[in-house]
């Protein structure tokens, strides 16, 4: 049986409770546990006390381990009295330390040194380089402005040639008023830099001078292919064996004749024979002393003939353009050995063909 007082306000009454064994196991367990309880905050505080003392000791255990020192004696052999010296340990720990620090901050200096070393001799090696560079671009320049006072004399005379106009004005009728600025400046680089800006400025000048040389030669070239100046053997090989004009006689020895044209020899036959100029084939056939030979009717009044020919590639009233193979060179007719005879004809005049033969050597 249990005892339990209740209170109520100001009164107080008293009740009896009566348990069963199972009850009373209850109880007694209760009563284990806050026991426990008890005992585990008692430890805890205890603990805490314990390690708080602890913690609180360390400063004057450390105030006493740091005032105890270590005396060191040198003890000499002669009879000299010894020396005794004492260390103390805080003394040798601010040493310890000390040494330990300026042992780091000097590795840490030697290799922030030698990092910078090494940065610095890249940039050096950069900076060399980039010299080197610019004193390269500095003799590009200079001969980069050469070429372009070159080229502005050789454009002065293609405009020359193509308007009839001298020099300096075909260059303002190109619309080229301000010629190469050659302006010299104090610093080297800057100077460098004017002429690079003045050879920029000038190409960009020369190009409407040079769209109309284009197109005043776009309208010649016409007239080109329509004048016979080429070389008329493909490849332009082969060489004169016989030039225009008074020769002798290769078939009768002391008798000199008017040779009508030029003989060319590659000393084969097989050789591709081309039109000297754009025409129309008006003759061909066998002659007996000219042999297998064709005739080319061309503008402005030129006539050609190719003579002592092997073989034809074309055929009469054909169309042919400047550069077109019309046969090949042979041994045909009156002749001493593979060769190609070539006239030109201007009206009712036999003229020599190397007078535009001068012009241009092969077709382009």
């Known amino acids: 049986m249990i005892t339990a007082l209740t209170f109520y306000g100001n009164t107080a009454r008293v009740r009896n409770y009566s348990f069963g064994d199972k009850e009373i196991g209850l109880a007694e367990g209760f009563r284990e546990y806050k026991r426990k309880e008890k005992l585990f905050y008692a430890r805890l505080v205890s603990g805490a006390t314990a390690v708080f003392r602890s913690l609180a000791g360390i400063p004057r255990r450390l105030v006493a381990w740091a005032g105890r020192g270590t005396v060191v004696a040198f003890i000499p052999e002669s009879e000299a009295p010894s020396r005794r010296f004492r260390i103390v340990r805080i003394l040798a720990l601010v040493a310890v330390l000390g040494i330990v620090g300026i042992s780091g901050f000097s590795l840490y200096a030697t290799s922030r040194y030698a990092l910078l070393a090494a940065r610095y001799q890249t940039t050096q090696e950069r900076l060399d380089e980039a010299l080197a560079a610019v004193d390269t671009m500095r003799d590009k320049a200079e001969t980069l402005t050469g070429q372009a006072m070159k080229f502005e004399d050789r454009l002065s005379d293609l405009l020359s040639l193509v308007e009839g106009t001298p020099g300096t004005d075909a260059l303002d009728a190109a619309g080229l008023g301000q010629l190469l600025n050659r302006g010299k400046s104090q610093a080297l680089a800057y100077r460098e830099i004017e002429r690079l800006e003045g050879v920029a400025r000038y190409l960009d000048e020369a ?80 002659d007996p002393g000219l042999g297998n030979y064709v005739t080319i009717q061309h503008s402005h009044g030129f ?19 400047q550069g077109q193979i019309i046969g090949s060179i042979g041994n045909t007719g009156k002749s001493t050995g593979p060769h190609l005879h070539y006239e030109v004809h201007l009206g009712t005049s036999i003229i020599d063909p190397l007078r535009f033969l001068n012009v241009r050597r092969t077709a382009k």
């Open 207 to 286: 190009v409407p001078g040079l769209e109309k040389a284009a197109s005043l030669l776009s309208g010649q070239k016409e007239i080109m292919t329509e004048i016979p100046n080429i070389w008329p053997i493909k490849g332009g090989i082969g060489h004169i064996s016989m030039y225009f004009g008074q020769n002798e006689n290769p078939f009768s020895a002391g008798q000199w004749y008017l040779h009508s044209g030029i003989d060319i020899s590659t000393f084969r036959q097989g050789d591709p024979v081309v039109a000297t100029a754009d025409g129309k084939i008006i003759g061909m056939g066998y």
């Open 303 to 321: 006539l050609t003939r190719y003579a002592h020919l092997r073989t034809f590639r074309v055929s009469k009233g054909q169309q042919v353009s």
